[in-house]
């Protein structure tokens, strides 16, 4: 069983609809989550980040994690066009926080249909 | 926000010659930086940590030999890809962590085309 897991997708939804993206996780030792948005050909983008559970917005996304599931989503309200990318979510420990490797999953590829 | 920038973004090269990619933390001070490779609609795939002043320390089945890394400077990293070969065609990415706000931020990548 891989440490995160997330589906690849691809996932297609029409402008305006609400996107769910989800990872689950195995290891309880993560406790920082973050989401990056991945356009073709670009480095990844930080979108948001959070180290407790519960939920956390900014414009419209929202990231939601629940450590007692293990379980993390990024919410996009009334999607774009200009939102269509690769999502991935990455996690770490605080064992080592700002040396160790974050845990990403393998990006879930999202087309937003005008 | 923070920024990391990464030099070349797109280089040609020819099979047998090494290419040096560079990736810089611009406005702040990394001690750690790590190297991913990625293919084509594949995800991210660690290839090492850069420890500044220190060897890097390599995933398993990543050649050292072949992909040099130095971290020379708090600022700075770089991959080396030596002898390269069409198969070392990829999309090279690195990271930093930026220790004030507790967020690992990336390059925009370095497209190498062997060929």
């Known amino acids: 069983q891989k440490e995160v897991e997330q589906d690849p997708g691809p996932l297609s939804v029409p402008e305006g609809a609400i996107v769910s993206l989800n990872c689950t996780y195995s290891?309880?030792?993560?406790?920082?989550f973050m989401w990056y948005r991945q356009y073709s050909r670009k480095g990844p983008e930080l979108l948001m980040y959070t180290y407790s559970s519960g939920n956390k917005e900014d414009g419209r996304f929202t990231a939601q994690v629940d450590k007692s599931s293990k379980y993390i989503s990024l919410f996009i309200r009334d999607s774009q066009p200009s939102d269509s990318a690769t999502y991935l979510c990455?996690?770490?420990?605080?064992?080592?926080?700002?040396?160790?490797?974050?845990?990403f999953g393998t990006g879930t590829r999202l087309t937003i249909i005008p | 926000g923070a920024v990391v920038s990464q030099h070349p973004s797109w280089v040609i090269c020819k099979s047998g010659t090494s290419v040096k990619i560079e990736c810089r933390s611009l406005?702040?001070?990394?001690?750690?930086m790590f190297w991913y490779r990625q293919f084509p609609k594949q995800s991210l795939m660690l290839m090492a940590t850069?420890?500044?002043?220190?060897?890097?320390?390599?995933e398993q089945g990543v050649e050292k030999d072949k992909f040099l890394i130095n971290h020379a400077s708090l600022t700075l990293s770089t991959l080396t890809v030596t002898s390269a070969h069409p198969e070392d065609s990829s999309f090279y990415i690195c990271?930093?962590?930026?220790?004030?706000?507790?967020?690992?931020?990336f390059g925009e990548g370095s497209r190498l085309t062997v060929l």
């Open positions: 406005d702040f001070q990394a001690t750690t």
């Open positions: 290891n309880s030792a993560f406790q920082y």
């Open positions: 990455a996690m770490g420990g605080w064992a080592n926080f700002g040396n160790e490797k974050l845990t």
């Open positions: 850069s420890n500044e002043g220190s060897k890097a320390t390599y």
């Open positions: 990271s930093a962590w930026d220790y004030q706000s507790g967020e690992l931020f």
